[in-house]
């Protein structure tokens, strides 16, 4: 079954002026963006760039969710999502959020963001903000997430951090000395590539602490760091956009420094095919899909949206729920009792009704 994987081919039409332009997504593709002149795509092969002229944002943050979503943010305290289907760009409630400097987006569907002095967690659906790492933390800056669903993050005062699954919390990556580590990526190998204030990129087994050179080759003023399928890294700086090896580290050009101060980059996942009720996509259907279905409930789109019909509803609670039920038994039990779903329903139909 292939759950909303037509959102990441969609084809985006403009009308702008007298002209029409179409624009198809498709996966590994790079969006960039720039500070005055939005946003860009770039073939991953041919290198081609095309303006994307439908938002117009300095956006110096990037994060795709596994519909398709792109949510983006500057160092203000607001994120705001795109859905290439739709073509809609919209703000994303919030309260509390201070000077982010990053943000990834969890297999539930919630988005990890890195502030000023804290680590947040913020559900898109209804702008609920809990803080998941804070104290004696300076300037977190660059934040990534692995395949495995692991987060990590820099700190300036030397300081690389693993964010606690289970917890409210951190630990320490063991490194070598850091010299103030800002710009992050994960590469699907689960190795870290950080980049140091003494401008080289570091490869970091993030379990051994192991720290060896992954190149010195960088352009001036790196900006953002982004990782292909393949494991390749890519960097955007004030020469344009670069490829480095994901084995060997060595740079070519992907995009000539014609943009103006070109920003935040991301490129396009491929779609998974997840079971009916793996929410999460981790390949497993289980209480943390159910719990993705309650952080999604009501939005307009996103991975617990089952059936498609562009709102995460009552029906791919079923959806999820038939699928637990044909689960091995210990899984199945992990299945909230119907009476708890019926309650939910029925306060979400006397809040319907409270608003007619």
């Known amino acids: 079954m292939k759950i909303l994987s037509h959102i990441l081919a969609a084809t985006l039409v403009m009308l702008g002026g007298q ?77 509390g959020l201070q000077f982010i400097d990053g943000l990834v987006v969890e297999p539930s569907g919630s988005l990890l963001i890195s502030e000023d002095d804290s680590i947040s967690r913020l559900n898109p659906a209804n702008g609920q903000t809990t803080e998941v790492s804070r104290g004696n933390l300076f300037g977190p800056a660059g934040i990534a997430q ?18 606690s699954s289970t917890s409210i919390g951190r630990s320490s990556v063991p490194t070598p000395d850091l010299d103030s580590p800002s710009l992050l990526t994960v590469q699907p190998s689960g190795d870290l590539i950080v980049l140091n204030i003494d401008n080289q990129l570091l490869r970091i ?9 992954f190149s010195t080759d960088l352009p001036t003023f790196p900006i953002a760091l982004a990782v292909e399928a393949d494991g390749d890294v890519l960097m955007t700086s004030t020469d344009g956009v670069f490829r480095f090896d994901g084995v060997t580290g060595t740079r070519s050009l992907v995009a ?101």
């Open 146 to 163: 692995g395949q495995d669903g692991r987060v990590f993050f820099t700190e300036f005062f030397n300081d690389l951090w693993e964010l």
């Open 19 to 95: 002209t029409l332009l179409g624009v198809t997504l498709s996966p590994g593709d790079i969006i960039i963006t720039e500070f005055f002149d939005g946003w860009h795509k770039i073939d991953p092969v041919t290198h081609q760039v095309t303006e994307l002229p439908f938002v117009k944002s300095s956006s110096d943050y990037l994060a795709v969710d596994p519909a398709g979503t792109i949510y983006f943010a500057s160092d203000t305290d607001e994120v705001s999502r795109v859905d290439w289907a739709s073509n809609a760009t919209s703000l994303v409630p919030s309260a």
């Open 256 to 356: 000539e420094g014609t943009f103006f101060s070109p920003k935040g980059i991301v490129v396009i996942p491929t779609p998974a095919d997840p079971e009916p009720g793996d929410f999460d996509g981790n390949g497993s259907i289980d209480a943390a899909d159910y719990a993705a279905w309650q952080n999604q409930y009501g939005a307009p789109a996103g991975s617990a949206d089952a059936n498609a019909d562009g709102t995460v509803n009552a029906a791919d609670y079923t959806v999820w729920r038939d699928a637990v039920s044909a689960a091995p038994t210990a899984v199945a039990s992990t299945a909230p009792e119907p009476s708890s779903f019926l309650l939910l329903i029925l306060a979400g139909s006397l809040a319907m009704k409270s608003r007619r």
């Open 205 to 213: 087994d993030p379990d051994t602490g192991a720290t060896g050179l």
